[in-house]
C-alpha cells in the first residue's frame, strides 16, 4: 500500500501553497515516492481516529504500514533518512543540513507565522497596528540574518536538502505577508525552490485538490 497524508479539505488559504501538506507532498515528489492523500474538513481533525496520530489535530499526518507520524518537519527528516534523497552523505554536511531544518522550523517559521496569527486574531482590536508593526520588525530581523547568511549562494549549505525544501515553505508564507521586500536574494531563493520539478508537482497537486473540494463562504 501507498503511504497516506492528510490535508486540508477545505484549506484556509486558499490554494496558494502556503499549507504544511505542500512540505510533504514537496518531500514524497523529491524521492519519487508516490502517496495517497486524505482530506478531512475541521471537524474531522478533531475526531478521536485523527488525534490518535495528531494529537494536536493538525495537518499533515503520514502513515505507511503500521508507522504513523506528524509534524512536518519530522515526516520530511523520516523521508530523506529513509530513501537516502535530501541529505548529504557527509556526516558533517549531512548534520548541517538537519541544523537548517530546526532554523527554518524554529527560528524563521515562529516569527513569520505569529504575524499571520495577529492579523487573524487580532484582527479589530485598538492594539492591532502596534502589534503588527513589532511582529513585523522581529520577523524582518530573522529574514535579514538568512538574507546575510545566504549571501549569493544558491543554497544554504551546498546542495539542495531538505533544510532549504523546509526554508523555502517558510519564505513562502513570508512573501504572502510582503516580508521578502528589501530581500533580493531571498526572493531568488525562493523562486529556485519553486522552480524545481518536484516543488511544481506538489503545489499543482495541492492546488488541484482545493479547486475540486472547496466550499464557498455562504
Known amino acids: 500500500m501507498l503511504p497516506t497524508i492528510t490535508a486540508f479539505r477545505n484549506s484556509p488559504d486558499r490554494g496558494r501553497g502556503l499549507a504544511r501538506d505542500l512540505r510533504v507532498r514537496w518531500a514524497l515528489e523529491e524521492v ?29 499526518t503520514y ?35 538537519i541544523g537548517w531544518m530546526f532554523a527554518a522550523l524554529n527560528t524563521v517559521e515562529p516569527s513569520v507565522f505569529e504575524l499571520s496569527l495577529a ?18 520588525a522581529q520577523a524582518r530581523r530573522r529574514l535579514g540574518d538568512l538574507a546575510w547568511r545566504l549571501g549569493d549562494a544558491p543554497w544554504l549549505d551546498g546542495g ?27 526572493v531568488a531563493y525562493l523562486q529556485r525552490g519553486r522552480a524545481r520539478p518536484a516543488w511544481q508537482r506538489a503545489y499543482q497537486a495541492q492546488h488541484e ?6 466550499v464557498e463562504p455562504s
Open 32 to 60: 519519487g515516492q508516490p502517496y495517497r492523500v486524505q482530506l478531512l474538513d475541521f471537524a474531522e481533525l478533531k475526531a478521536p481516529t485523527h488525534r490518535a496520530i495528531q494529537p494536536f489535530g493538525q495537518i499533515p
Open 63 to 97: 502513515e505507511d504500514g503500521e508507522l504513523a507520524l506528524f509534524e512536518s518537519g519530522a515526516i520530511v527528516l523520516h523521508l530523506a533518512e529513509r530513501h537516502g534523497v535530501l541529505l548529504p552523505q557527509d556526516p558533517g554536511a549531512r548534520i548541517r543540513a
Open 119 to 136: 492579523s487573524i486574531l487580532d484582527r479589530g482590536k485598538p492594539w492591532l497596528a502596534d502589534r503588527m508593526a513589532a511582529l513585523e
Open 160 to 186: 539542495f536538502s531538505a533544510g532549504d525544501l523546509l526554508m523555502v515553505t517558510v519564505l513562502a508564507r513570508a512573501e504572502a505577508h510582503g516580508l521578502l521586500e528589501g530581500f533580493p536574494n531571498l
Open 209 to 214: 485538490a482545493f479547486l475540486r473540494t472547496r
